[in-house]
């Protein structure tokens, strides 16, 4: 059974960093490409970040760049994401998302709360 648990949201004052993990389980991790989403209340789910399976290749969307970092340790069967000048506009449930490279089935976390709010 394959498991995403995210881990590490809450509560920051803008200008602070959160750093989110997804910890995968149930699935060969190495032949997956992962993505971070966001949804904020209101709003639709919207892609953050993703990399490929190997970690040689990331994007970021137009407003997350040079704020946030995606990684990921095959080893550990997890990927991560680096949150800081966290804003306001932030706020949103961060879900984490495998699909698989060949076969393009994917999975997703529970989703983990971020707050930005002073």
């Known amino acids: 059974q394959v498991q995403l648990v995210e881990s590490g949201g809450g509560l920051v004052q803008p200008g602070g960093s959160l750093r989110l993990s997804c910890a995968a389980s149930g699935l060969t991790f190495s032949s997956y490409t992962m993505k971070w989403y966001r949804q904020a209340p209101g709003k639709e789910r919207e892609l953050v970040a993703r990399?490929?399976?190997?970690?040689?290749?990331?994007i970021y969307a137009d407003s997350m760049k040079g704020r946030f970092t995606i990684s990921r340790d095959n080893a550990k069967n997890t990927v991560y994401l680096q949150t800081n000048s966290l804003k306001p506009e932030d706020t949103a449930v961060y879900y984490c998302?495998?699909?698989?490279?060949?076969?393009?089935?994917?999975?997703w976390g529970q989703g983990t709360q971020v707050t930005v709010s002073s």
């Open positions: 990399i490929t399976n190997t970690g040689g290749s990331t």
């Open positions: 998302n495998a699909q698989h490279v060949l076969l393009g089935r994917d999975y």
